[in-house]
């Protein structure tokens, strides 16, 4: 079975400084992988994806995250936090569909990020 | 602009007194879906649907109900809600094939007394 954890579910940084988000899975075949980002009072919103292309994956404002598999993470960085970074993170995986199945996409509890001045 | 919409956004309703959220979707995805959100606990799916006619149990899906009788819409019904079904809720759908990730609605949040 598929599963997500996320290290911390609350992260505060100061402004400027480096942003990272845990990410561990557990898949028994090679998944996807989605972060999400959820404003106050707002939806979903994709930040990025890893489908099996380059492990290193760029972002909507200025995120990355880079697949490891021998490390099974999937860790969310950013080089400089802005104080509209502050927001709810959800990691999320799913089956690959030409791995032999497609099936729903499994979040992990979140982390809340803080960005203080 | 392609969007999943719900409604209402925000409900107050009492113990046992039905209700239905609608979810409807402009991108023709087949694939459609119900999760619910609590603190701590992340997104967890009620129920989802592959097509028409076709829905299924997700991991928590007691004391709800779905129908897909049109591609485009999804709603989820509480025959008979309970205040452990206070939550945030939101509906998803994605394509079967192509792009891989899943588009959510703005979120439903429902409180029951």
């Known amino acids: 079975a598929q599963s997500v954890t996320q290290l911390g579910s609350h992260v505060s940084v100061s402004e400027g400084a480096l942003v990272l988000l845990r990410c561990n899975y557990s898949s028994s075949v090679p998944p996807y992988l989605f972060w999400y980002v959820q404003y106050p009072n707002q939806g979903l919103q994709l930040l990025l994806k890893?489908?099996?292309?380059?492990?290193l994956v760029k972002g909507i404002n200025g995120f990355e995250a880079e697949f490891k598999k021998s490390e099974t993470s999937f860790h969310l960085t950013k080089p400089s936090a802005h104080m509209s970074d502050a927001a709810e993170y959800f990691c999320?995986?799913?089956?690959?569909?030409?791995?032999?199945?497609?099936?729903?996409?499994?979040f992990g509890a979140g982390t809340r990020l803080a960005v203080h001045p | 602009e392609a969007q999943v919409t719900q409604n209402p956004r925000y409900l107050i309703t009492v113990t046992g007194k039905k209700l239905t959220v609608t979810c409807s979707q402009n991108m023709n995805h087949e694939y459609m879906s119900w999760y619910r959100q609590d603190p701590g606990l992340g997104l967890r799916q009620i129920y989802y649907s592959m097509n028409v006619e076709v829905t299924d149990k997700g991991d928590v899906p007691e004391g709800y109900k779905v129908s897909r009788k049109e591609k485009r819409n999804f709603p989820l019904i509480l025959e008979s809600p309970s205040p452990n079904q206070t939550s945030l809720y939101f509906c998803a759908s994605r394509p079967l094939t192509g792009s891989t990730e899943a588009f959510f609605g703005q979120g439903t949040r429902l409180t029951v007394v």
């Open positions: 890893y489908t099996s292309a380059a492990t």
């Open positions: 999320a995986v799913s089956q690959n569909p030409f791995s032999g199945g497609y099936n729903k996409l499994i």
